[in-house]
Nanobody, 125 residues
Framework: QVQLVESGGGLVRTADSLRLSCAAS????????MGWFRQAPGKGREFVAA????????YVKDSVKGRFTISRDNAKNTVYLQMNSLKPEDTAVYYC??????????????????WGQGTQVTVSS
């Protein structure tokens, strides 16, 4: 089992920045690929970014590329999502997720077994 706890969300203005954190406990963090998803009101869940167990490979969705960066610190069992130049359309609940390393292509967004409770990000215009 893996327990994931997100933090760092909040209410910000357009063009502001936020850094989301996801602290993991339980199963060995360094054996897990990590991902960030988001769900806006009235919409389905959207895959945003992922990072391999080692941190050597990353994927970021095209619509946020250049603004969002995913990283991890295996010594702290934490994955981060740095979000810059935020836009109102980034408003959503952001979820951290984990899957066993090597489950599939990083950009697939599939195979995530463990999920956090989510953190709200609201970007005002």
């Amino acid at each position: 089992q893996v327990q994931l706890v997100e933090s760092g969300g909040g209410l910000v203005r357009t063009a502001d920045s936020l850094r989301l954190s996801c602290a993991a406990s339980g199963r060995t963090f360094s054996s897990m690929d990590m991902g960030w998803f988001r769900q806006a009101p009235g919409k389905g869940r959207e895959f945003v970014a992922a990072i391999s167990w080692s941190g050597r490979s990353t994927y970021v969705k095209d619509s946020v590329k250049g603004r969002f960066t995913i990283s991890r610190d295996n010594a702290k069992n934490t994955v981060y999502l740095q979000m810059n130049s935020l836009k109102p359309e980034d408003t959503a609940v952001y979820y951290c997720a984990a899957r066993v390393a090597g489950t599939g292509y990083l950009q697939s967004g599939f195979g995530y077994e463990y999920w956090g409770q989510g953190t709200q990000v609201t970007v005002s215009s």
